[in-house]
């Protein structure tokens, strides 16, 4: 909607801080002729994961969980604000996604792990049809915790998510078999381009495309050696791409924007 449109920082900022360059050529080609952009990375803290083994440890004794976890960070949505009409799927469909995910994750032979996204945009909750739902399945375990994903990332031995929101910072950072879900009709990548770098550097499935729920099985079913010795080959990939479209893993955000403001502040 216009309400959001102008709202975006692109247009109401004179210098923007970006995680990457493509995200730097995106803003460019709004129509604020003072903007201008640096690229300085993601913060340190997505990046860079500490303490995994020890956090992994306290997590799975809290949780009660044990072997190997896939964590299903759900950004499906219904966005009653209806801001990105006509540009993506009814609301109706996009809980019937959500349901027909978890039928699928309810079929593998590893455990799972369902977080839904922290929001309520109707006054039906929608978490408890979900929760109901999801009793039928041994397999699938409800994160009923108020924690945020980012401070129980380590626990993931596989991630799933949706939809390149900043959830996705916190998955690609924690440096673990990420399965990304993709849809033309539900906040899509930008461009094919960008579509290539996740089909190369991650798992990457189109769930509006037939066949979409048995390719998703057939692969989780995998032993978890096989998926390890698959997203190690794919490193490669997340290295040349990262300055280009991820989180510039090698760039400092804190020191690079701190020595840009305060230049700033300088007159410089």
């Not at 995910?101 to 455990?111: A, E, M, Q």
């Not at 041994?138 to 993931?156: L, P, Q």
């Not at 290539?196 to 550097?201: E, L, M, T, V």
């Not at 499935?205 to 978890?224: A, H, I, M, R, S």
Request: glycine share 4%; proline share 3%; charged share 25%.
């Amino acid at each position: 909607s216009l309400q959001y449109f102008f709202a975006n920082e692109s247009l109401t900022s004179n210098r923007l801080l970006c995680y990457s360059k493509a995200s730097k050529i995106t803003h460019k080609k709004n129509k604020n002729s003072n903007l201008k952009l640096d690229v300085v990375g993601a913060p340190q803290f997505p990046k860079i994961l500490k303490y995994r083994s020890f956090k992994k440890f306290v997590l799975k004794k809290k949780f009660n969980l044990s072997g190997i976890n896939v964590f299903y960070i759900s950004h499906n949505i219904e966005l009653n604000p209806g801001k990105y009409f006509p540009y993506t799927k009814t609301n109706p469909e996009i809980f019937n996604d959500e349901l027909s995910l978890l039928s699928t994750l309810g079929k593998i032979n590893k455990n799972v792990i369902y977080k839904s996204y922290p929001t309520m945009q109707y006054l039906m909750d929608k978490n408890e049809i979900l929760n109901n739902y999801i009793k039928k399945f041994e397999n699938i375990k409800i994160f009923k915790g108020e924690e945020d994903f980012r401070y129980v990332r380590s626990i993931a031995d596989i991630i799933i998510t949706q939809s390149s929101e900043s959830t996705l910072e916190w998955c690609i950072g924690a440096n673990v078999p990420l399965i990304f879900l993709d849809s033309d009709f539900y906040e899509p990548l930008e461009n094919e381009n960008v579509k290539k770098a996740f089909k190369d550097s991650f798992f990457f499935f189109n769930y509006d495309k037939v066949g979409w729920k048995k390719q998703l099985t057939d692969f989780l079913n995998l032993p978890y050696e096989d998926i390890i010795r698959k997203w190690n080959e794919k490193e490669i990939y997340r290295k040349n791409y990262d300055d280009k479209y991820f989180l510039s893993s090698k760039k400092y955000a804190g020191s690079i924007g701190s020595k840009l403001i305060l230049n700033l502040i300088d007159g410089n």
